[in-house]
T-cell receptor
Framework: NAGVTQTPKFQVLKTGQSMTLQCAQD?????MSWYRQDPGMGLRLIHY???????DQGEVPNGYNVSRSTTEDFPLRLLSAAPSQTSVYFC?????????????FGPGTRLTVL | KQEVTQIPAALSVPEGENLVLNCSFT??????LQWFRQDPGKGLTSLLL?????REQTSGRLNASLDKSSGRSTLYIAASQPGDSATYLC????????????FGQGTELSVKP
């Protein structure tokens, strides 16, 4: 299994540009989520999904869009990039169930917005 | 609101020492607690997962304990090695916050040869 994969690894954008961060998992996990990690702020939840066709907002959803058309993929869209969105973005997945199973994280995407 | 705190923020120890990393939380209503390791510039690697009904989990030189009543978890690393140098994060799923994973700020560990 490849686990959770993310592309690209690095990206530089100009203010106002849009882009999509890709995330895929091959573990048939229903729950997927996006976090951003910033110095001094820790990891914060952006959006999450409990299954195909179902998404919801996390702590810091403004400026980001998600969709979940398949179990495997959960892309994160930046609609109009701003310098405040410079961060490291992590995608995560886990199996669902009453015990809230172990979460697995991707390698991250380092995004710089100029 | 659930808050997760990790103390100390940074720790430096000589190789071979046994050490304990601390994680405290304010609300005992949790599903589970997970310890991660993060190397510089890398993603998060899951180390141990403790369900709320469990007291501890072990994997190799690592042992994690959970005491819900006192709101504490510890990660014990035996016979530390330079390769253990990394940031260690604890995170928990809170019953009262929709299954969201809530992270501490992490402890940056440096093991000197």
């Amino acid at each position: 299994n490849a686990g959770v994969t993310q592309t690209p690894k690095f990206q530089v954008l100009k203010t106002g540009q849009s882009m999509t961060l890709q995330c895929a998992q091959d573990m048939n996990h229903e729950y997927m989520s996006w976090y951003r990690q910033d110095p001094g702020m820790g990891l914060r939840l952006i959006h999450y999904s409990v299954g195909a066709g179902i998404t919801d907002q996390g702590e810091v959803p403004n400026g980001y869009n998600v969709s979940r058309s398949t179990t495997e993929d959960f892309p994160l869209r930046l609609l109009s990039a701003a310098p405040s969105q410079t961060s490291v973005y992590f995608c995560a997945s886990r199996a669902t169930g009453s015990s809230y199973n172990e979460q697995f994280f991707g390698p991250g995407t380092r995004l710089t917005v100029l | 609101k659930q808050e997760v705190t990790q103390i100390p923020a940074a720790l430096s120890v000589p190789e071979g020492e046994n050490l304990v990393l601390n994680c405290s939380f304010t609300d005992s209503a949790i599903y589970n607690l997970q310890w991660f390791r993060q190397d510089p510039g890398k993603g998060l690697t899951s180390l141990l997962l403790i369900q709320s009904s469990q007291r501890e989990q072990t994997s190799g030189r690592l042992n994690a304990s959970l005491d819900k009543s006192s709101g504490r978890s510890t990660l014990y690393i035996a016979a530390s090695q330079p390769g253990d140098s990394a940031t260690y994060l604890c995170a928990l799923v809170s019953l009262n916050q929709g299954g969201k994973l809530i992270f501490g700020q992490g402890t940056e560990l440096s093991v000197k040869p």
